[in-house]
């Protein structure tokens, strides 16, 4: 079946670096996207990763490793803004997005 | 301005009922797709359509329908036949069918439906 996992909640303090993690397991693989979703809004898309490696944008990167079914956003010099759920959506064979739950990230000043 | 508009924003219904929410994008985006979130829970697929005038289903559809009859709208039918009804809906929008690289997709603001 397919399959993403990341944590349900994390918490990071303002200014500093935060990395949130997902695993997947999909029936074929093309890319993977993160996305934010602020509390009762519409997903914005964040980053695409389609080969293994870092993709740096801004204060977010994101990190792929395709052998490992991994994945990571990594969120730099926190800001109270940022408070809200990181969603991980690899794309299967089909190109159909399979959403994780999101994480959603707590940022105390 | 281009994007994806849902109306309307907060929907409350009598148990029982049907109701249509909406779906109207300007981006001359091909594909479009129904979404359903519920709290904790990742997004789960209802329907999508790839082209005018044909439709799929997705993970859960059972108790929706939904039409495609032009390409800039796609609304999205909740019949009395779906037994949780309440939820939060996005429709999204992707410029060329079902994805092909680098096409992320667009939501809409969502419509939060209650059943009373």
């Known amino acids: 079946g397919q399959n993403i996992d990341q944590p349900t909640e994390m918490t990071a303090t303002e200014g500093a670096i935060v990395q949130i993690n997902c695993t997947y397991q999909?029936?074929?693989?093309?890319?993977l996207f993160w996305y934010q979703q602020h509390a009762g809004e519409a997903p914005t898309f964040l980053s695409y990763?389609?080969l293994d490696g870092l993709e740096e944008k801004g204060r977010f990167s994101s990190f792929l490793s395709r052998s490992k079914g991994y994945s990571y956003l990594l969120l730099k010099e926190l800001q109270m803004k940022d408070s809200a759920s990181y969603l991980c959506a690899p794309m299967d064979s089909n190109y159909q997005l399979i959403w994780g739950a999101g994480t959603k990230l707590i940022i105390k000043p | 301005d281009g994007g994806i508009t849902q109306s309307p924003k907060y929907l409350f219904r009598k148990e029982g009922q049907n109701v249509t929410l909406s779906c109207e994008q300007n981006l001359n985006h091909d594909a479009m797709y129904w979404y359903r979130q519920d709290p904790g829970q990742g997004l789960r697929l209802i329907y999508y359509?790839?082209?005018?005038?044909?439709?799929q289903k997705g993970d859960i559809a059972e108790g929706y329908s939904v039409s495609r009859e032009k390409k800039e709208s796609f609304p999205l039918t909740v019949t009395s036949a779906q037994k949780n009804p309440t939820a939060f809906y996005l429709c999204a929008s992707i410029i060329e069918g079902a994805g092909g690289g680098y096409n992320e997709q667009f939501f809409g603001p969502g419509t939060r439906l209650t059943v009373l």
């Open positions: 999909t029936s074929g693989f093309n890319g």
């Open positions: 359509s790839q082209i005018v005038n044909d439709f």
């Open positions: 990763n389609v």
